[in-house]
């Protein structure tokens, strides 16, 4: 089986590996400084905490960012449940902004629409979560324009885009937004086994990470506030144990060194899909002048008549054929959970017209330009 998305991990990755596992530190070691240094300083934020998913660094974030009961947070519906779960680990309120359908990105025009209606309503959001499908970033400068305007903070999901540029900004420099996530699951970009990281340039922001990332609990003896002892610590909030380990680091900080070679490799690899699937039924994935994506997924949109009864039928052939197809995304507030809510189907006009003709074939540094070549040949002889 082909799959849509698989970690490369190289002998020095292992070695690495080895290397800390050798070492004296499993967790809280050095490891996990260098790796947070080598991250903030390739996606060009002053601060950056390793943690042990991108979910918790989302969490952090949103705590940091004085998310509580009864405040709102706005995301995407085309996205993994996370970017919205968040949310709701704090008591928020969870609404969504609508897609455009050329990016799969929030609409800038449809959260505009929904701040006007918000603060007549006295329903403004204090947070959005901005998320970068498929490694694409969103219109961050009308994102950070209307921040201003209606008083939101952002945090940019980038679980797909580390490597990507928005304009002449990295996507983890925060040149846009108040905190920024990257995931290190195997799927994604780079990996480290599991993992994640919250990027800031805010150090009130940083600090306030790393006391709720670990169980709330500082030994920094400035920090403390009675007369301090040598063996004191004290727990000055409630937090989580949401660390990554040393031995998860090595593996993060091995592979950092080949993450523009990967994306290197996976625009070449759609380069090619472009060119051989071009004459075909399918509305490819563009990209753009403003935008360098990481190109996570490759999602190709099936244009018929009756595109989810096809979608369904070439999603099980292609599987047969061995290829790892996947449909990115099932929207957020098409889950039961979101359901009970009170969100329907209906809601997100575009997010569903999107997902009911997507279908994810598989882009990854180990995939070949024969692989490539099968998978097209297999899309010509279904669609033909
Ligand atoms: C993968 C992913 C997450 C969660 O990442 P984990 O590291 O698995 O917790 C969050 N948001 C998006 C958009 C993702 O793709």
């Not at 679980?159 to 920024?180: F, L, M, N, R, V």
């Not at 563009?286 to 018929?304: A, G």
């Not at 359901?339 to 598989?362: H, V």
Request: charged share 20%; with cysteine; hydrophobic share 35%.
């Amino acid at each position: 089986m082909i799959p849509y998305g698989t970690q490369d991990i190289h002998e020095e990755d292992i070695s690495s590996v080895i290397d800390t596992l050798r070492s004296p530190y499993l967790t809280q070691g050095p490891k996990i400084k260098q790796f947070e240094d080598a991250i903030a300083g390739y996606g060009g934020s002053r601060h950056a905490i390793a943690c042990n998913s991108a979910t918790s660094a989302l969490h952090l974030a949103c705590l940091a960012l004085g998310l509580q009961t009864g405040d709102r947070l706005w995301t995407s519906p085309n996205s993994f449940v996370a970017s919205a779960n968040c949310g709701l680990y704090c008591g928020a309120l969870v609404d969504f902004i609508d897609i455009e359908l050329n990016h799969f990105n929030i609409s800038p025009l449809a959260l505009e629409e929904k701040l006007i209606w918000a603060r007549e309503n006295n329903q403004l959001p204090k947070i959005l979560v901005a998320v970068h499908f498929a490694g694409e970033p969103c219109n961050m400068s009308k994102i950070h324009k209307l921040s201003k305007e209606y008083g939101f903070k952002v945090i940019e999901d980038a679980s797909h885009a580390i490597g990507s540029t928005y304009k002449e900004s990295k996507t983890g420099s925060c040149t846009y937004s108040d905190i920024t996530i990257f995931s290190f699951h195997p799927v994604k970009i780079i990996t480290s086994g599991e993992g994640g990281c919250a990027l800031t340039n805010d150090p009130i922001l940083a600090d306030k990470m790393r006391l709720l990332q670990s169980h709330g609990i500082t030994r920094d003896s400035e920090k403390i506030t009675a007369p301090s002892e040598p063996w004191f610590y004290e727990q000055q909030d409630l937090g989580f144990n949401y660390r990554m380990t040393d031995i998860h680091a090595s593996i993060g900080l091995s592979q950092l060194k080949r993450v523009d070679d990967y994306i290197k490799r996976r625009h070449f690899l759609a380069d090619h899909y472009d060119e051989q699937l071009k004459s075909l039924p399918l509305i490819l994935p563009k990209r753009t002048q403003e935008t360098h994506s990481s190109l996570h997924l490759y999602p190709i949109q099936i244009c018929n008549e009756q595109p989810t009864a096809l979608r369904k039928e070439l999603f099980i052939k292609l599987q047969e054929d061995g290829i790892g197809v996947n449909v990115h995304y099932i929207p957020i507030h098409y889950q039961p959970y979101y359901q009970a809510m009170g969100f329907s189907k209906g809601d997100y006009p575009n997010a569903e017209k999107y997902y009911s003709r997507t279908i994810t074939i598989p882009l990854h540094p180990k995939l070949s330009e024969n692989d490539v070549s099968f998978i097209c040949d297999r899309l010509k002889h279904h669609l033909g």
